[in-house]
């Protein structure tokens, strides 16, 4: 059973435009969301988390939106460049106290077009 | 400083050897995961240490796979008895103790391709 879900599976995005991916989770434990970056060949990197406890969170061109009444996070890309072009995943987990166990989205591929 | 290493980065192997995968986390770091990656998917979670606590074993997908870690620091993840569908990218992550023990730091994994 997939944990988190993820959407849509590939993206493409003209430069300079707003790229959108979303996820939705139903276990109701779960207190930390981040967002991965992957290049290929490499493995991925954190590029921002949120907590419930906040709505939005904002760095840079990467924005973390969270409803957690509906139990869903999106990231949003402003600006998008070529650079950003990568595979993208959220995951969540329930936290330290509960074995630190992360569960990940089945990824975005995102292509930005110069 | 150094960040996480995996070796070998490619291994190609028959159907029905045994292999093992090699994890060095960042110095310090209590925590290590194990991920599996397949083309087209997410990470699916094997296994996780913590520090001396007996490791979460409840990802690995069957008996042929197993995990140790020596003294802390470096892990090494085994399949015996490999089958195609075990070929993959096997991911490995740590993270450091207290307040950021949310972040992973992940190596640059290690593509297993079974023949």
């Known amino acids: 059973q997939q944990q988190v879900k993820q959407s849509p599976q590939s993206l493409i995005v003209q430069k300079g435009g707003i790229s959108i991916i979303n996820c939705a989770y139903e276990?109701?434990?779960?207190?930390?969301f981040p967002w991965y970056q992957q290049f290929p060949g490499k493995g991925p990197a954190l590029l921002i988390a949120?907590?419930?406890?906040?709505s939005e969170k904002k760095e840079g061109r990467f924005t973390i939106s969270f409803n957690k009444s509906a139990k869903q996070f999106s990231l949003h890309i402003m600006d998008s460049q070529p650079g950003d072009s990568a595979t993208y995943f959220c995951?969540?987990?329930?936290?330290?106290?509960?074995?630190?166990?992360?569960?990940f989205g089945t990824g975005t591929s995102l292509t930005v077009i110069p | 400083g150094a960040g996480v290493s995996q070796s070998p980065s490619n291994k190609v192997t028959e159907k029905g050897k045994d292999v093992e995968l090699r994890c060095d986390p960042i110095?310090?770091?209590?925590?290590l995961y194990w991920y599996r990656q397949s083309l087209g998917q997410g990470l699916e979670f094997l296994i996780y240490?913590?520090?001396?606590?007996?490791?979460?074993k409840s990802g690995l997908p069957s008996d042929r796979f197993s995990a140790e870690r020596t003294g802390g620091s470096v892990s090494t993840l085994t399949i015996q008895r490999t089958q195609q569908e075990d070929s993959a990218v096997y991911l490995c992550?740590?993270?450091?103790?207290?307040?950021?023990?949310?972040?992973?730091?992940f190596g640059p994994g290690t593509r297993l391709t079974v023949t």
């Open positions: 240490f913590q520090g001396n606590s007996a490791p979460d």
């Open positions: 276990n109701t434990a779960f207190d930390y």
């Open positions: 949120i907590r419930p406890d906040v």
């Open positions: 992550a740590s993270s450091p103790t207290g307040a950021s023990s949310y972040e992973q730091y």
């Open positions: 110095s310090g770091h209590t925590a």
């Open positions: 995951a969540a987990s329930p936290g330290v106290n509960t074995g630190n166990q992360f569960y």
